[in-house]
């Protein structure tokens, strides 16, 4: 009675940066089913279908209820033909036969079992699979496979970094980075950032921004840090990727996955966890730590910002940049924001800054679960 399809519909917009989305996901059925399509379109490398259904279900997600049937779809933004047949289906059977007939099939299974190694993308796993590699015993038997490092701590930790980080593993490891900058500068800022700082429950991983106000000295803060980490023992693995940001080759024009900042990707040895096993057999019960993965990147304060925004992440933060192009004649990214209309760029202090040059209503980091 309360759900008249008008106040179901009436004001969603196909940009995720005008929806309020929470981690409450009322079209839980529709959105789970549509990541199966969506990462089986990313494993053929279909670009466009892949993004179509991620799409769907980040509008899906933003929805005060579920959909409850066929005539509420049609005034929703970001739904085609075959996403409307797929959660048709789900609607008359409960489930969609395209996504069943994928969860068993077999070159499915594959990518989806060797992407989830830490290091393996779509590319390797479809290179073991056409080499007729099935398992992680196939790869670990092939004498001719050559792991990088990232994959061979992949494979290493397997058992701890795909198991989810919990909020009191980030908070403790929150502590862990926080005393290792304050030990280099006592001036040093953190900043939780990614899927915990939008309120989420559990995490692949933990991203934090750590920086200092004196511009150039973050350049060599994160070095340090790593440094201190090592030194305590707790370091398992390390990426790091020095800055390659210069504030004269802003605007960049065309899409980065990376941005410039200096950044590191590691695996940290956490005490106090308790573990079950892993795939090695060292990572066995009785141990009173786990490994987890965790990002680190330190923009410059005058991009803080910027950086802050980008790495909240999630759905949210792609159609950020998509909504600035489209709709402001602007270049978003985790740099800068530029006005290509002016010709000048726009500087912001904080978040709130960069959406009222938007124009946008301000959304909480909590309501960027897109
Ligand atoms: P992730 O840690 O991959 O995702 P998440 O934190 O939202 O979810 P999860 O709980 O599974 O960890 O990425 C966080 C954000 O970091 C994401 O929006 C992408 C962003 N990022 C950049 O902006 N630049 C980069 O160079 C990299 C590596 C990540
Ligand atoms: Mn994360
Ligand atoms: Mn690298
Ligand atoms: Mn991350």
Redesign the pocket.
Known sequence: AEGSTHTLMATVSQYACQRRTTTENNNKIFTDAFEVLAESYEFNEIEGRCLAFRRAASMLKSLPRAVRCLGEMQDLPCLGEHTKAVMEEILQCGCSFEVKKLLSDERYQTFKLFTSVFGVGPKTADKWHRRGLRSFSDILADRSIHLNRMQQSGFLHYGDISRA?SKAEARSLRNIIDGAARAITPAAILAL????S?G?E??????FIVTTPELGREESLLPEVIDGLKKQGILLYCDYHASTFDVAKLPIRRFE???H?A?C?LILRLEGSRVEGGLNSAEGDGRGWRAV?V?L?SPPMDHYAF?LL?????RF??DLRRFAGAKRGMLLD?HALYDKTKNEFLAAETEKDIFAHLGLEYIEPWQRNA
């Open positions: 980080v950032t990614g899927g915990f939008r989420k559990f995490g692949h991983d933990v991203d996955a990376m941005d900042f950044k990707f993965r990002d990147v950086a980008g790495w909240t992440g999630s933060e792609r985790n």
